[in-house]
């Protein structure tokens, strides 16, 4: 490998310079869900299941690996769009676009549905529930990797758009 491929100096395209952040950028939003999954599987082993974190943790562990089904297909259009903006930046960046659109349209669909649980009565006695209620404080803490996952989405969408490109 040649030193100038280890540090790729930025391609200037209309009237921004695009490097490689972008390309890492596009990469680490795509496949945050599956990271968030990844790092908050060893905390739910370490701590004990009758406090208010296990719950929230472990409900959002269960949405996000049944998630995975939404998910995956997002996180195979971020590695996509990575490799084509490679190749073409604008190309790469209109894929990327429609990744970023899907996960903020995912993430606000299971935002809104949690947030609207809590209006409704608890009936937590299903003994064959996978899921429990949330209650008020814990539902801020499940919802609080989707939001994170919603505005990071949108700020690589407006970063790969912004100086009318």
């Known amino acids: 490998m040649?030193?100038?491929?280890?540090?790729?100096?930025p391609?200037?395209?209309?009237?921004?310079?695009?490097?490689?952040?972008?390309?890492?950028?596009?990469?680490?939003?795509?496949?945050?869900?599956?990271?968030?999954?990844?790092?908050?599987?060893?905390?739910?082993?370490?701590?004990?299941?009758?406090?208010?974190?296990?719950?929230?943790?472990?409900d959002w562990n269960l949405y996000a690996v049944f998630g995975l089904t939404v998910?995956?297909?997002i996180m195979i259009v971020a590695c996509v769009a990575a490799l084509v903006m490679i190749a073409d930046f604008r190309a790469g960046r209109a894929v990327s676009t429609f990744g970023n659109v899907l996960a903020i349209l995912c993430m606000t669909v299971l935002v809104t549905a949690e947030i609207t649980d809590l209006f409704r009565?608890?009936?937590?006695?299903?003994?064959?529930?996978?899921v429990s209620?949330?209650?008020?404080?814990?539902?801020?803490?499940?919802?609080?990797?989707?939001?994170?996952?919603?505005?990071?989405?949108?700020?690589?969408?407006?970063r790969l758009w912004r100086q009318g490109q």
């Open 11 to 58: 391609t200037v395209i209309g009237h921004r310079a695009r490097g490689p952040r972008d390309i890492e950028w596009v990469l680490t939003v795509g496949v945050a869900p599956l990271l968030v999954l990844v790092l908050t599987m060893p905390i739910m082993a370490l701590i004990d299941h009758q406090d208010l974190l296990p719950g929230a943790l472990g």
């Open 71 to 73: 998910f995956a297909p």
């Open 2 to 9: 040649h030193e100038a491929d280890k540090y790729p100096q």
């Open 133 to 158: 209620a949330l209650t008020p404080s814990g539902t801020p803490l499940f919802v609080a990797p989707y939001i994170a996952v919603l505005v990071a989405n949108a700020f690589v969408a407006l």
């Open 121 to 130: 009565p608890v009936v937590d006695g299903d003994p064959a529930g996978w």
